[in-house]
């Protein structure tokens, strides 16, 4: 990959085994990469998307030049002029030059590449020579000394989901702190339980979100916990695990370079042929972001049911009012905020599929769907950040009760008949229930007019805090 001499103000021209291209003067990218602007315009998706993908394969390039710097293969004049290139972008710097679309052919050649360019003319400035002199320090030769796309590539995807998933984390963990205050602010809140969306028992409305939290909380621990099958990396492999055209000792020197670079424990896999080829980390990891998407959504549902009407539905909370709901029918104010997080658990579920079938379709030594994976696994994981963090600060936060009508449920259903059940036995609490369906009475009234409970006996055990924990009310 050399560049004509012949450059103008506008452009350079760059060589490579298929033959030439004019490339903007303005750009640090080089030919490999204009190729491939050209060839992949799917999603119009950069890889600059997501910004901890371009740091990651910086940290990479970074380590890479520093093993090589100490194993004596690059100079140090090259070394520091990449270094510092990399430590630029590390801050930041450039990334607006990293424009192959996530989706590629390849197997994640042109995202390589992409960074060899940028990298390498980066360098070169900082060396003092103009963008696309090579023959002082190359892309391939140089930046992409001792490595292939096929551990890079690997390596610094898993690094990047390393460094953003605990934004992913800290999101769920807030959403679960809004869930339990309000579960806190809910607790003397009476109300019916529901199964098969029909009266059931009693419960609390604070007993249903502090149900939202713990099974959130459940998620946050398992995704904090995943985080660590991406610590083992490839690194060192190549081409297909063999190490070819590095040296012996370059491998754990550059895993022990990232580590330090990146503060995170990274270890070489000890099968590098497996690793090099392996998506079984990805697809789990999909499969608990497809977990946690099927709870939020879950409870998304459950907010549009207990908040609907306000005056034909349950009404038993308000969600807060975000936005006009209607083009047509003045007055309507749509549950919005659950609705698009639902939206993104569909997405993220259906990512899952992508995932799993790219995983799957992967041949012999190399699995060349990995940027699906990649990209799938990255939409996920920001999109589930963005649905948490607007779930719990635009509607958790938001949400008040509605006291009476929760409580006149429970005075009006049939379903507190089973909490009279241990006193009046089941033949009778059966025949008032099938009576008070069919005359539209009340339980309570049926149950005095027989004399089955006097006022005082039906007072004490629908007391809220015994219908709540029948256990600390003595059956007699």
Same mark, same amino acid.
């Given at each position: 990959?050399?560049?004509?001499?012949?450059?103008?103000?506008?452009?350079?021209?760059?060589?490579?085994?298929?033959?030439?291209?004019?490339? @903007?003067?303005?750009?640090?990218?080089?030919? =490999?990469?204009?190729?491939?602007?050209?060839?992949? =315009?799917?999603?119009?998706?950069?890889?600059?998307?997501?910004?901890?993908?371009?740091?990651?394969?910086?940290?990479?390039?970074?380590?890479?030049?520093?093993?090589?710097?100490?194993?004596?293969?690059?100079?140090?004049?090259?070394?520091?002029?990449?270094?510092?290139?990399?430590?630029?972008?590390?801050?930041?710097?450039?990334?607006?030059?990293?424009?192959?679309?996530?989706?590629?052919?390849? &197997?994640?050649?042109?995202?390589?590449?992409?960074?060899?360019?940028?990298?390498?003319?980066?360098?070169?400035?900082?060396?003092?020579?103009?963008?696309?002199?090579?023959?002082?320090?190359? +892309? *391939?030769?140089?930046?992409?000394?001792?490595?292939?796309?096929?551990?890079?590539? +690997?390596?610094?995807?898993?690094?990047?989901?390393?460094?953003?998933?605990?934004?992913?984390?800290?999101?769920?963990?807030? $959403?679960?702190?809004?869930?339990?205050?309000? /579960?806190?602010?809910?607790?003397?809140?009476?109300? !019916?339980?529901?199964?098969?969306?029909?009266?059931?028992? @009693? !419960?609390?409305?604070?007993?249903?979100?502090?149900?939202?939290?713990?099974?959130?909380?459940?998620?946050?621990?398992?995704?904090?916990?995943?985080?660590?099958?991406?610590?083992?990396?490839?690194?060192?492999?190549?081409?297909?695990?063999?190490?070819?055209?590095?040296?012996?000792?370059?491998?754990?020197?550059?895993?022990?370079?990232?580590?330090?670079?990146?503060?995170?424990?990274?270890?070489?896999?000890?099968d590098l042929v497996e690793a090099t080829s392996d998506m079984g980390?990805?697809?789990?990891?999909? #499969?608990?972001?497809?977990?946690?998407?099927?709870?939020? #959504?879950?409870?998304?549902?459950?907010?549009?049911?207990?908040?609907?009407?306000?005056?034909?539905?349950?009404?038993?909370?308000?969600?807060?009012? !975000?936005?006009?709901?209607?083009?047509?029918?003045?007055?309507?104010? *749509? +549950?919005?905020?659950?609705?698009?997080?639902?939206?993104?658990?569909?997405?993220?579920?259906?990512?899952? $599929?992508?995932?799993? !079938?790219? &995983?799957?379709? /992967?041949?012999?030594?190399?699995?060349?769907?990995?940027? $699906?994976?990649?990209?799938?696994?990255?939409?996920?994981?920001?999109?589930?950040?963005?649905?948490?963090?607007?779930?719990?600060?635009?509607?958790?936060?938001?949400?008040?009760?509605?006291?009476?009508?929760?409580?006149?449920?429970?005075?009006?259903?049939?379903?507190?008949?089973?909490? $009279?059940? +241990?006193?009046?036995?089941?033949?009778?609490?059966?025949?008032?229930?099938?009576?008070?369906?069919? #005359?539209?009475?009340?339980?309570?009234?049926?149950?005095?007019?027989?004399?089955?409970?006097?006022?005082?006996?039906?007072?004490?055990?629908?007391?809220?805090?015994?219908?709540?924990?029948?256990?600390?009310?003595?059956?007699?």
């Amino acid at each position: 990959m050399n560049t004509d001499s012949a450059n103008n103000n506008d452009y350079r021209v760059e060589y490579d085994l298929l033959g030439s291209k004019k490339i @903007p003067q303005d750009v640090y990218y080089g030919i =490999q990469t204009q190729r491939a602007i050209e060839n992949f =315009q799917i999603t119009g998706v950069p890889i600059s998307h997501y910004p901890s993908l371009i740091t990651s394969m910086a940290m990479v390039k970074k380590a890479a030049a520093q093993a090589n710097q100490t194993l004596k293969h690059l100079s140090d004049t090259k070394a520091n002029a990449i270094v510092q290139a990399c430590d630029e972008i590390i801050a930041g710097q450039w990334h607006e030059y990293f424009v192959v679309d996530m989706i590629q052919g390849g &197997a994640g050649t042109s995202t390589n590449m992409n960074a060899n360019e940028v990298i390498a003319n980066r360098a070169l400035e900082i060396l003092g020579h103009p963008r696309g002199a090579y023959t002082h320090l190359h +892309p *391939n030769t140089d930046v992409n000394m001792s490595q292939s796309t096929n551990d890079v590539y +690997p390596t610094a995807v898993r690094l990047a989901i390393i460094l953003r998933h605990s934004e992913l984390a800290l999101a769920a963990q807030n $959403l679960k702190h809004s869930l339990k205050q309000k /579960g806190e602010e809910f607790k003397d809140v009476i109300k !019916m339980g529901r199964t098969q969306l029909q009266d059931a028992v @009693p !419960m609390s409305l604070g007993q249903e979100f502090n149900a939202y939290a713990t099974t959130i909380d459940e998620d946050v621990k398992l995704i904090k916990g995943l985080a660590d099958l991406f610590k083992e990396i490839n690194l060192g492999g190549t081409a297909i695990g063999t190490g070819i055209n590095a040296d012996p000792g370059y491998g754990k020197l550059a895993i022990d370079y990232l580590a330090n670079i990146s503060s995170v424990p990274l270890v070489q896999a000890s099968d590098l042929v497996e690793a090099t080829s392996d998506m079984g980390a990805f697809v789990l990891f999909s #499969s608990m972001l497809k977990r946690y998407s099927i709870k939020l #959504s879950k409870i998304c549902n459950d907010l549009r049911l207990l908040s609907s009407g306000p005056l034909a539905g349950l009404n038993e909370i308000n969600l807060p009012q !975000m936005q006009p709901g209607s083009s047509i029918m003045p007055g309507k104010v *749509n +549950p919005v905020i659950p609705e698009a997080v639902n939206q993104v658990a569909f997405d993220v579920i259906g990512n899952d $599929l992508s995932i799993s !079938m790219a &995983a799957e379709a /992967g041949q012999l030594q190399l699995n060349v769907m990995e940027p $699906l994976i990649v990209y799938k696994v990255m939409q996920s994981i920001e999109s589930l950040i963005n649905a948490s963090t607007m779930l719990s600060e635009k509607c958790i936060t938001g949400i008040t009760a509605n006291r009476e009508k929760c409580r006149d449920y429970v005075n009006n259903s049939v379903g507190i008949v089973t909490a $009279l059940n +241990p006193y009046i036995g089941y033949e009778n609490a059966s025949r008032i229930a099938k009576t008070a369906l069919k #005359s539209g009475r009340r339980v309570i009234d049926l149950v005095l007019e027989e004399g089955l409970l006097d006022e005082t006996q039906l007072k004490e055990i629908l007391k809220p805090e015994n219908m709540l924990n029948p256990s600390a009310l003595q059956l007699k």
